[in-house]
């Protein structure tokens, strides 16, 4: 479906709602003299879901409303203004559950969206514009209906105040009301196929309320961090909280869209809760002792020894895991190249070198883990052998721009797991560190040309004792090679500020990439990005080549060109040595108190999708009495 600029006459659309009629997704014609309307987008292909149909095919539509969860939430808050939430303090947890968004993810396809505050949406054959329509009914929970101006103030907000957005929305030049209830939102060039999903994934925010008073009649003010309950118009409300220690949100009874059929079968809670913790092993015994209903885990070391208690032996506690089909993967030891130790990439590979993660995964992991080899890694978007065909000719483009091994090697990181290889790792780290004009003097690394050792500090988070035993692991292996290693573990709010201010030298981040990359490709590795703070671009990568490379990646035509260009990129950034990859698992581990429900058929793109698609169980529950 597209959308035809022919249909507007001084800027205001003139087909009434009544005329259209929402279409599933069809192939484009290059010539179309009214827009059409469209209940679903894609990346690529055909939606599968008919305008009309009832629910998704992963929910129980029948599932029981009432009950409620209790949730692990790790650090503090102390705000609850989501523009803010990579500025300015510390996010609550859940709080985008107070929100809707104009369109919703398909947990069961790929890139796929479909209406929920927006009716319909239409844009044309280039891409270079897109109309959302709001839904007549929606509204906000003081029974103000939702608008176009909601929706443009929601996207000055996000976009003046929030780095990652003004980089994700950038190439959004001008939005507007072009009817009674539409929007929209023109782009800086024509081609960019995802820029229409991306507008539509937008958190919508109350004008009317942030532009109002509290009640001590202060003005309210966008730009700072609040802790004063905000309007929302989403399933979920605020109910009460505590700062820093715990937040509950209960189902708001009148909701506007709990009919809709994107819907139905899900929000079944009648109240979340999250309760804070600053350490995790704290969260664990909380758990343990029924304080708490859900578990995420993610240590190998404590989900092989952890969930021995007596709950979990005579199944009133199930462990469970779920694969994960629905991202890639790129967790790591990120330099921050904006100091100059760490612009030689012979200085980062040295780092790789020193990494013997087959033992540490052996002595810390109970060998669950993996080593991970791509930016994108578990999907089909992984480079892999030699680049060829497609691949290839883009590659071509930048050759002047990369290193060599792009073409002649394929990326893999070093191998240990015994003496012999540790010892051949070693050396070859070292031959490494003299490439890049280091040489060692009285067992220290130093710089030939200043006389400066070489000396890192690894930032983590403290509270957190399962990074740390990882970092002090590596932190051996590192010294070994001469450098001298601190290892600073910092509340979340310092180690907040230092990422924004760019105040480390090696952290450890994860970037989750969807099976459809685009525009988020900049705020990861674009130069633009590195010297915004906020962004993903943690290390402060600047490379007109990996410039180019997104470019191809975000203006490809169709999924072979998206794969192909995708995976150049993941060569180049591989081969720059930007990173030392960690490891992945593939899938996610959960524990669980035996009170709930969940579908049949669990989406394949959604892993637990908890609590979102999950019920309250009364049977169950009353099996194991009452919570402690």
Do not use: C
Not at 66 to 80: C, E, H, L, M, Y
Not at 145 to 164: C, G, H, L, M, Q
Not at 483 to 492: A, C, M, N
Request: charged share 25%; aromatic share 14%; glycine share 8%.
């Amino acid at each position: 479906m597209r959308f035809s600029r022919r249909a507007f006459v001084g800027g205001v659309l003139t087909v009434p709602l009544t005329t259209l009629k929402l279409q599933p997704l069809g192939p484009l014609t290059a010539q179309a003299a009214e827009p059409v309307w469209r209940h679903g987008v894609s990346l690529f292909g055909d939606v599968k879901y008919p305008p009309e149909f009832a629910h998704f095919d992963y929910v129980n539509p029948n599932a029981p409303k009432g009950g409620s969860v209790r949730q692990i939430a790790v650090g503090t808050f102390d705000n609850f203004n989501m523009t803010m939430g990579a500025v300015k303090g510390q996010l609550a947890a859940g709080v985008d559950l107070i929100y809707d968004t104009l369109m919703v993810s398909a947990l069961d396809e790929v890139s796929t969206e479909y209406g929920l505050l927006a009716e319909a949406v239409s844009y044309p054959d280039d891409f270079s514009f897109v109309t959302y329509r709001l839904r007549s009914n929606a509204k906000w929970h003081d029974g103000m209906p939702v608008t176009p101006e909601d929706v443009i103030f929601s996207f000055n907000a996000f976009k003046e105040n929030n780095p990652r957005y003004a980089g994700y929305y950038r190439h959004v030049v001008k939005f507007e009301k072009t009817g009674d209830r539409d929007i929209t939102f023109t782009f800086d060039q024509p081609g960019n196929r995802e820029l229409p999903q991306i507008v539509g994934q937008i958190t919508v925010l109350p004008k009317h309320w942030w532009e109002g008073t509290d009640k001590d009649g202060k003005k309210r003010d966008i730009t700072t961090t609040t802790l004063e309950p905000p309007l929302g118009n989403g399933a979920y409300r605020i109910k009460e909280f505590d700062p820093g220690r715990s937040i509950v949100y209960e189902r708001v009874p009148d909701y506007w869209g709990k009919d809709l059929n994107v819907n139905v079968g899900r929000d079944n809670f009648a109240e979340q809760r999250f309760d804070y913790f600053r350490d995790t092993t704290v969260a664990r015994e909380a758990f343990k002792a029924d304080h708490l209903d859900w578990r995420f885990e993610n240590s190998a070391k404590e989900w092989a020894t952890f969930y021995d208690f007596p709950a979990v032996k005579d199944g009133r506690v199930i462990k469970e895991e779920f694969p994960v089909r629905s991202v890639g993967v790129m967790q790591a030891f990120v330099f921050n190249l904006r100091r100059d130790k760490f612009k030689d990439p012979h200085v980062r590979r040295a780092f790789n070198h020193a990494l013997d993660f087959e033992e540490m995964n052996k002595q810390m992991f109970f060998g669950q883990y993996k080593r991970i080899a791509s930016y994108f890694e578990g999907t089909e978007l992984a480079a892999t052998g030699l680049p060829e065909g497609k691949e290839l000719e883009i590659l071509e483009s930048v050759r002047d721009k990369v290193p060599p091994e792009v073409f002649t090697k394929t990326f893999v990181n070093p191998v240990g797991g015994s003496p012999d290889l540790v010892r051949v790792n070693l050396r070859e780290a070292l031959r490494l560190l003299r490439e890049a004009g280091y040489e060692v003097r009285d067992q220290k690394q130093v710089n030939v040309k200043t006389g400066e050792p070489l000396t890192v500090e690894f930032l983590t988070q403290a509270g957190d004792p399962n990074s740390e035993r990882y970092v002090l692991f590596y932190k051996n292996s590192v010294e070994r090679l001469g450098i001298d290693v601190t290892v600073r573990p910092v509340d979340e709010a310092q180690y907040e500020n230092r990422l924004r201010q760019w105040d480390f030298d090696i952290i450890t981040s994860a970037w989750s990439e969807s099976l459809s990359p685009g525009n988020e490709q900049r705020y990861y590795w674009g130069s633009q990005a590195a010297d915004q703070p906020g962004t993903f671009n943690f290390g402060g990568i600047k490379n007109p080549a990996v410039d180019t490379l997104i470019d191809r990646v975000v203006f490809a035509k169709s999924r072979a060109e998206l794969v192909a260009a995708t995976k150049a990129l993941d060569r180049v950034l591989l081969w720059n040595n930007y990173v030392v990859p960690q490891w992945t698992y593939g899938k996610q581990r959960t524990a669980r108190w035996d009170r709930f429900g969940r579908p049949e058929k669990m989406p394949e793109y959604g892993a637990s999708a908890f609590p979102t698609i999950w019920w309250w169980d009364a049977e169950k529950a009353a099996k194991l009495g009452r919570r402690s």
